[in-house]
């Protein structure tokens, strides 16, 4: 009964604040009514107009005071004086400009940090992915089991027998990346694409803003629909977002396609790169080969799936396949990953990683704004008493206390917001991380609201400090002045765990930060196998020359053509537009080029594909243990021109550069593990088992390995084989420069250009680059944590200083009756940094237990050192003689004092 | 003349009871009822223009009455307050209250 009134009065007040001027005019009314009344009724026991209407009022009282007290009846008793304990808490800050400017700036430092990480986490994992439901899509990647579970990638069949048997799942589908060179403009471009089955459109959610997805009957083998959806960047880039453009076609190097749909703005597919999309059908897999393994599919779970369920059905149905295709099948099996984890897999850690760093910081400025409030509570002991004597609750002061801290921290949180703001723009501006594009972090209501509780939170627990110590405080001897030195004794605990605290949280930060540079430090001296130093790379496709049957030439055509004419397909491809010779050639031509070559692909470009072999005589591979290795097909002045040492032998000469060629040359790990102390030279090797009817290869030279997949170590240890370069569509070309590579990037472009206008260059980027984006995610942690733990090591000193400094100067008496006693000045010294030293003690190693909790969660970012790494112990050391200098400067201080002084 | 007679002063919280009370009859506006509680009572009991006003806008926020504007006997306008059902429960749960004290009180005065 009791709520429910309350419930009542609290809506009845809240529907009053939207009309409080109609709800005052009404009172007004109401008592001009009953003045007017009292009137009427003087007049009738017979005085005057005037005398009753004075009678009246005099009896009715101050009717101003009345309507006021009569209006109050509607509001909210706890937010009127909440309203006047801000005021109070404003007027007061607004006296002591100087320490309210300090505090709010340190707070703004460490909201806005928080506010600034939030808004990452919250664009990257609490928004999540951009599809309806994201949480269940799922991408399917087929697996073996060697020495460990090494992902590899999807076959057609299996593929298809996965959506045939499973029941988990509303549907499948499955995609590939790759590119394709769109004609009909100026100048042909590269651009990436996706090869996507069917259903990837429904399994994402997403609809055609124009037009229509691919039909079922668009993934039948062979496909005889040349069909296109288009992205919206794309169409609006090059076709003005013309929606006629529907149904008429556009042109590759290779095909015609028809459009039928246009995705709407923002979508780039799972790849995020994507620019259109083409059907499955025409991706050029192995569509009848279930050993031949690439592409990954995407899938959408069933609303009651859960994805174990789906992990033990697809492992039932990997079973079967092994049964039943052993050849193909034996070890495989299906990793079922979330699309979030694949998407964000490498950024979450890091993400959630700094967003605890950086709460250490904040948790750090407030330890010292906690410490400038117990001052001043101090110092207003007397004014606080007061209030108490003048009938202030307790209740009431600490409600006061806690308004105080809260006005501060969410002055804080707004200079936060707006420092937040610029760093969130820097961050991912300059970030070596690169972030999906539909990763947009910004200040939103939920960031916003997030710095907000924060700044609440803060505020309640710095509130909470100078209230303890309040609470603690005999009324009467704060309303006497001298009162001192006996009543702290609550408060310099509080100090002293204060410092405790910042200690631990600073070396915590400064320990994780060591680690990140240390490991960034191992990473980028990783020894790559080649010289990445003054090397450009790029990929470049060379046409082929336009068949005899199709009519029109691709620089001269229409860029739209009414559909209907079917490219025709050609069984023997016509030759290239220009051989690679004539390339390679013009390039090395261009001043500051030292050398070039080119290779099927270019080392950290994640183009390699594997093959299974079998070396000759070796009896000690078994089916699991069945050698692998990368292929590679390069110029004879590869090696040469990336500076990768050859071991032994030599490189190709130019008779072996033919398709039925025999010459491979192996890197050392090839070589020691078959014919360890023999010379490798002219040894045999073929693809696949040694029973197959691959012809025999043979060992012309032997080179040092190279981390040609993926620093800093190559994601699987198989070694590389390399044949002779052939003419190819799409090759990498890598030129070694004597000036900045990326000088010369024109140049090289103007002279590709030179050798034939068609040819399309794109990938263009230096070595050094590419390097570095393989360290991108660590270099980005190693960047922002030791930007936290440097302002944790700024503020904690300043923590401890202030704190030791107040210490001192509260023993000031004692220290000048000690040396009045005959203590020495150094004697002095040693107590203070006794007591400095014990709390940093303390600190530091609560703080080396947190850390060892921090490199835990690290733990994949960190390469090659472990917490009990040197840079571990320089952190510590590093903050401790910073935090005991900031002890000594009191101490010192202390030395100084004067007996007289002090005793008279 | 212009001193106010000797008020009966009330004891707290009956105010409240006596205009739950006194709208029982029917709708009235704050002038009405302090004018009734003063007859009923044989000018006993005075209702202060500062008690009454405050007291009747808070027994509306909490629900026991209702208000319209009306106009008056003289043809002024004027706010006309109602029982609410809530207001009618309230007030028995005070009526029977009061009863308990009140004879309990007379009972003291008249053994005493």
């Known amino acids: 009964m009791k709520t429910r009134h309350d419930l009542i009065s609290i809506w009845r007040r809240l529907i009053d604040m939207t009309g409080r001027r109609r709800r005052a005019r009404e009172v007004d009314d109401e008592l001009a009514f009953h003045l007017a009344m009292r009137v009427e009724e003087r007049k009738r026991t017979g005085l005057t107009d005037e005398q009753a209407a ?50 709010i700036l340190v707070l703004a430092i460490g909201i806005g940090a928080n506010t600034a990480m939030f808004s990452l986490v919250d664009a990257m994992l609490l928004r999540g992915l951009p599809y309806p439901d994201a949480n269940s899509l799922v991408v399917l990647i087929g697996n073996v089991q060697r020495a460990v579970v090494e992902r590899r990638g999807n076959s057609y069949l299996d593929h298809l027998d996965w959506r045939a048997r499973s029941t988990r799942f509303v549907d499948m589908a499955a995609y590939s990346t790759t590119t394709m060179t769109l004609m009909g403009f100026d100048e042909p471009e590269r651009i990436p694409i996706e090869t996507v089955s069917a259903p990837y459109f429904a399994v994402l959610g997403v609809s055609p803003a124009y037009g229509r997805t691919f039909k079922p009957e668009e993934d039948q083998v062979p496909n005889r629909d040349m069909v296109v959806i288009l992205s919206d960047a794309l169409w609006r880039r090059r076709f003005d977002a013309d929606p006629s453009i529907l149904n008429h076609t556009i042109q590759s190097s290779a095909r015609t396609y028809t459009v039928v749909g246009i995705m709407p703005p923002g979508f780039t597919g799972v790849s995020d790169t994507a620019q259109l999309w083409i059907p499955f ?4 897999t192995a569509f009848d080969n279930r050993g031949n393994r690439g592409f990954q599919t995407i899938a959408r779970l069933k609303p009651d799936a859960k994805i174990d369920q789906a992990r033990a059905e697809l492992d039932v149905i990997s079973k079967q396949l092994e049964r039943q295709y052993p050849d193909t099948n034996e070890k495989r099996a299906v990793e079922v990953s979330p699309l979030s984890v694949e998407t964000y897999g490498q950024l979450k850690p890091v993400v959630l990683t700094l967003m605890a760093a950086v709460s250490f910081v904040l948790l750090i400025a407030c330890s010292n704004v906690a410490n400038l409030l117990l001052g001043r509570s101090e110092a207003r002991q007397r004014e606080i008493a007061v209030r108490s004597a003048l009938g202030a609750g307790q209740s009431r002061l600490f409600r006061q206390l806690v308004t105080e801290s809260c006005v501060l921290t969410l002055a804080g949180a707004a200079a936060g917001v707006a420092f937040a703001q610029v760093a969130v723009k820097t961050l991912t501006a300059a970030s070596p991380v690169t972030f999906p594009s539909f990763v947009q972090p910004g200040i939103n209501v939920v960031v916003l609201a997030f710095t907000i509780a924060v700044a609440l939170v803060c505020g309640l627990l710095l509130g909470l400090a100078p209230a303890m110590h309040t609470r603690s405080e005999k009324l009467g001897d704060a309303l006497k002045e001298t009162a001192r030195g006996s009543t702290s004794a609550r408060s310099n605990r509080v100090r002293a765990a204060l410092v405790i605290a910042e200690v631990a949280l600073a070396i915590v930060l400064l320990v994780g930060a060591g680690l990140m540079i240390r490991s960034v430090q191992k990473l980028t001296a990783v020894d790559t196998g080649f010289n990445p130093q003054a ?25 739209v053509a009414p559909a209907g004419g079917q490219a025709a397909p050609a069984p023997p491809p016509p ?14 031509a261009v001043p500051g080029v030292t050398s070039a070559s080119l290779a099927s692909d270019v080392p950290l470009d994640g183009n390699t594909s594997a093959v299974f072999y079998s070396a000759e005589g070796d009896s000690t591979s078994g089916a699991q243990t069945m050698p692998r290795a990368y292929v590679h097909r390069v ?13 032994a032998g030599r490189t190709f000469n130019e008779s072996e550069a033919r398709p039925d060629g025999t010459a491979v040359i192996v890197s050392e790990n090839v070589a020691r593990r078959f014919w360890l102390n023999q010379d490798p030279i002219g040894k045999r090797l073929k693809f696949g088992a040694v029973t197959s009817q691959n012809p025999w290869l043979t060992i012309v030279g032997v080179v040092g390995e190279v981390k040609y997949r993926g620093l800093p170590s190559n994601p699987t240890g198989d070694p590389d084989l390399y044949f002779p370069a052939l003419d190819r569509a799409v090759q990498g070309l890598l030129i070694r420069t004597s000036v900045d590579p990326a000088s010369v990037t024109s140049a090289v472009r103007a002279a590709i250009r030179a050798a034939h206008p068609s040819i399309v260059v794109f990938n263009v980027s230096t ?40 210490l001192v100067a509260q023993r000031t008496r004692e220290f000048g009756i000690r040396l009045a006693l005959g203590a020495t000045r150094r004697e002095i010294v040693a107590v203070v940094l006794r007591h400095g030293g014990r709390l940093i003690l303390i600190g530091a190693v609560i703080g080396i237990a947190g850390s060892l909790g921090l490199s835990k969660v ?38 100084r004092v004067d007996p007289v002084d002090v005793l008279r | 003349m212009g001193e106010a007679p000797p008020t009966g002063e009330l004891m707290p919280g009956t105010l409240d009871m006596l205009i739950l009370k006194t709208l029982t009859r029917g709708e009235l506006h704050g002038y009405g009822i302090a004018q009734t509680i003063q007859r ?26 209702r208000s319209s504007w009306g106009t008056s006997e003289n043809n002024r306008r004027a706010k006309y307050y109602r029982l609410t059902a809530l207001g009618r429960r309230e007030l028995e749960r005070e009526a029977a209250y009061w009863h308990r004290v009140a004879s309990a009180v007379t009972r003291v005065m008249q053994t005493a």
Request: charged share 15%; with cysteine.
């Open chain 1, 54 to 103: 004075l009678a009246a009022r005099r009896q009715f009282g101050n009717v101003t005071a009345l309507g006021e007290q009569t209006r109050e009846m509607w509001r909210f008793p706890t937010m009127d004086s909440l309203i006047q304990d801000i005021r109070y808490a404003v007027r007061t800050l607004v006296r002591s400009p100087g320490f309210s400017v300090v505090t």
């Open chain 1, 281 to 284: 059908a025409l991706s050029g």
């Open chain 1, 535 to 559: 090397l450009l790379t790029l990929d470049v496709s060379v046409p082929r020359q336009p068949a005899p049957t199709t009519g029109s030439s691709p620089a001269g055509g229409a860029t």
């Open chain 1, 575 to 588: 030759p290239f537009v220009v051989s690679s010779a004539v390339i390679l050639e013009r390039v090395r």
């Open chain 1, 635 to 647: 110029t004879p002045e590869f090696f040469d021109t990336l500076g990768i040492p050859m071991k």
């Open chain 1, 767 to 806: 070595m050094a680059d590419l390097v570095k984006a393989q360290t991108s995610a660590s270099t980005f942690t190693t960047w922002l944590l030791g930007l936290f733990a440097t302002t944790a090591l700024v503020l904690s000193v300043i923590g401890i200083y202030g704190v030791m400094s107040y």
């Open chain 1, 858 to 895: 690290l733990g994949g970012l960190l390469y090659g050192v472990t917490p009990a790494d040197s840079a571990s112990a320089l952190a510590i050391l590093i903050l401790v003689t910073v935090a005991i200098l900031a002890c000594l400067v009191p101490a010192f201080r202390a030395t």
């Open chain 2, 40 to 65: 009923a009572s044989d000018e006993v009991l005075r209702v202060e223009e500062g008690a009454l006003y405050p007291a009747l806008h808070r027994l509306e926020v909490r629900g026991w009455l």
